[in-house]
């Protein structure tokens, strides 16, 4: 991944949390880019890194055509920024390696 799409993320994410009325689908778009896939298990749709598989699979439940609860997407979105803090650390070390 290179920073410029890393740094449209961190602000799609941004935009997210300042407004209400976020859907399943903005959620797993954020983290399909952020290099998860749907996994076949559990009763909700399930995303998982294949990047970094220590991370904790990710729920992202639907309900039809509405709105995720603020609540739901809030966590959503927090679990979504491990995600993000790992990306900028392999990028730090990417930069610092090319740095030498």
């Known amino acids: 991944m290179k920073r410029v799409k890393l740094n449209k993320i961190i602000q799609r994410m941004e935009a997210c949390r300042r407004r209400g009325g976020i859907g399943a689908a903005e959620l797993e778009s954020l983290a399909q880019e952020l290099g998860r896939v749907r996994s076949k298990r559990g ?15 990710l729920s992202i ?37 090319e740095g030498d």
């Open 43 to 57: 009763k909700e749709p399930t995303w998982i890194s294949e990047r970094f598989p220590d991370l904790r699979p």
């Open 61 to 97: 439940p639907h309900h039809g055509s509405r709105d995720l609860n603020r609540f739901t997407a809030g966590s959503i979105i927090d679990q979504l920024e491990l995600d993000l803090e790992r990306w900028e650390e392999v990028m730090a070390s990417e930069e610092a390696e």
